[in-house]
């Protein structure tokens, strides 16, 4: 019974951050809430939200693109945080199980350039799992953290047309 107050619990955190998250659209400052860090840092440990609550809780309208019958595509729009750092391009995945909870969520980065130095020194412990073949400048070279106790793993994609900052964000359990 207390494992079960506690998942829910959980879930009402993951809830509130996003509203403010989200909600926050425009505002700049200092506070932790519209900060990319803390953003990233809540997501990798609480990525349990089922997607009809997503749009609910906070305030962002998410758009369903398509299904199949293995995974369900919706899309966000952007918001910008503090530091001008400008998040777009949401991307929602979920299982097309009855559950619809998500199983990637990605987005892209822009405005003031993050570095890969920069992700170190939040993430220690990351590993290149993927590089360009050649073919485009907008090939990437992605590093992730090791996946977290439930499973979950941030990659961080620098795109070859500039690969001195962060491009893209996924976020995958």
């Not at 990605?106 to 350039?113: E, H, K, L, M």
């Not at 996946?147 to 964000?169: I, Q, T, Y």
Request: aromatic share 12%; proline share 2%.
């Amino acid at each position: 019974m207390e494992v079960g107050m506690i998942e829910i619990l959980n879930r009402k955190n993951i809830f509130i951050f996003m509203f403010v998250f989200f909600s926050m659209g425009n505002v700049r400052g200092n506070s932790m809430d519209n900060n990319i860090w803390s953003f990233l840092e809540l997501l990798r440990k609480e990525f349990i939200m089922p997607v009809d609550k997503f749009s609910e809780i906070t305030g962002v309208k998410v758009n369903l693109e398509y299904y199949n019958e293995f995974t369900i595509f919706y899309r966000a729009e952007g918001v910008k945080l503090s530091e001008n750092i400008n998040i777009g391009s949401i991307d929602l995945r979920a299982n097309g199980n009855e559950l619809h909870f998500p199983s990637i969520l990605s987005f892209d980065i822009s405005g003031r350039c993050i570095t890969l130095n920069d992700i170190k020194d939040k993430f220690s412990h990351l590993e290149i799992v993927d590089y360009p073949g050649g073919h485009s400048l907008n090939d990437v070279t992605t590093y992730a953290t090791k996946n977290d106790s439930h499973g979950v793993r941030l990659g961080f994609s620098f795109a070859e047309k500039n690969p001195d900052c962060l491009a893209r964000v996924v976020i995958r359990k």
